[in-house]
């Protein structure tokens, strides 16, 4: 029998529990190093055991134990929880360097356990359909250009000044590890292609802000006697793709466009066809043709954020092990392997990088 925990008892926390329960999972335990946050938490889902102590987690009846803490921690608790035998669903990234990631990727395989990563994008109804159309080479034709964007806005100021401001808890990195990832994850799924190098401009608008009552401003806007702070992670990265096939691309990532809560869009160029996909229509897709056919398929029974990661949940507790759609640990590794090379173009004025 399945019988899950949870550690970290923040945002993301919640839409797991709601998983669990439209899956028929138990959840049997939440830790959080805050003890308030543990028992607020366990009691809306009716949860009996809660702590700050990950000491609760290797119960020998705990099956699968679902990472919600920033990525500073991922790295040490999956080491050991794998060494426990236990399943892993974690939050993207799944950690910060490069051997790191190939080591947990390694262990997991070793140990024969399920390991997944929350790419959820890969779940909205047309992302199979269009993996399924692209998939069609000799309709489509042979991939040339894979470009499209990642649009929010919840990072323009005055914002709340948390953890993915401090490297030392959330990396290096933030638009490219909190958005990207889900980008890079859905091109490569839906084309079967594989990003080979990177070129990457990086954008910090205020590299210096003020905080005053837990809320971040520029300079010039915040009161005189607030803190000054030095956020050095990315508001905005451009970045240029080479693919295993030929393929080039690109993709604008920004925390900092007004008017996008959510705004993922990527479209791919065959000989034959385009086609395209975005979150603000996420029920629809398009392709056109080399005649000027323009055609749009639309899903009446459509799947939003909730329903997608529901999906991934159910996909992960149920799959049979020969048909595995979930994203795993292999890439969850390849992703930090992308977003290190990213990140090594930017500080090295764009100069493209190989993945390794």
Not at 38 to 66: C, M, P, Q, R
Not at 117 to 133: A, F, G, P, W
Not at 172 to 193: C, P, S
Not at 215 to 221: A, C, K, N, Q, V
Request: proline share 3%; net charge negative.
């Amino acid at each position: 029998m399945e019988r899950a925990a949870i550690l970290g008892a923040g945002f993301i926390s919640h839409s797991h529990a709601e998983a669990l329960g439209f899956c028929g999972i138990e959840l049997y335990a939440v830790v959080d190093r805050s003890e308030a946050a543990a028992e607020s938490f366990a009691s809306k889902w009716g949860i009996d055991n809660y702590g700050t102590s990950e000491a609760i987690l290797f119960d020998e009846t705990i099956t699968t134990v679902h990472i919600c803490t920033p990525p500073n921690t991922h790295y040490e608790i999956i080491k050991r929880l794998l060494d426990a035998g236990k399943n892993i669903i974690c939050e993207k990234p799944l950690c910060f360097s490069d051997e790191e990631a190939d080591e947990l990727k390694q262990l997991a395989y070793e140990k024969g356990l399920k390991c997944a990563i929350n790419l959820n994008v890969r779940y909205h109804n047309m992302s199979s359909k269009m993996k399924e159309l692209i998939g069609q080479r000799e309709a489509f034709g042979k991939v040339n250009l894979i470009h499209g964007k990642y649009l929010q806005q919840f990072h323009m100021l005055p914002t709340p000044y948390n953890w993915r401001y401090i490297p030392e808890v959330s990396g290096k990195m933030r638009a490219v590890t909190e958005i990207g990832t889900h980008w890079f994850d859905i091109v490569q799924y839906v084309t079967d292609l594989k990003i080979t190098a990177v070129s990457a401009l990086f954008g910090n608008f205020d590299p210096k802000r003020q905080v005053k009552e837990g809320l971040m401003y520029p300079i010039d806007e915040a009161k005189k006697e607030a803190e000054i702070v030095e956020v050095t992670s990315e508001d905005v990265a451009l970045i240029q793709f080479k693919f295993d096939n030929g393929a080039i691309g690109s993709v604008t990532l920004s925390e900092v466009s007004q008017g996008y809560s959510n705004y993922l869009e990527y479209e791919v160029t065959g000989v034959n066809q385009t086609a395209g996909w975005n979150s603000q229509s996420n029920n629809e897709l398009y392709y056109n043709t080399t005649n000027s056919e323009s055609n749009v398929l639309r899903d009446g029974f459509g799947n939003g954020f909730n329903d997608s990661f529901q999906q991934l949940i159910h996909s992960f507790y149920f799959a049979n092990e020969s048909e595995i759609s979930y994203p795993t640990f292999d890439e969850g590794a390849e992703i930090v392997h992308i977003c290190n090379a990213v990140y090594e173009s930017a500080v090295n004025d764009s100069k493209w990088v190989q993945l390794k």
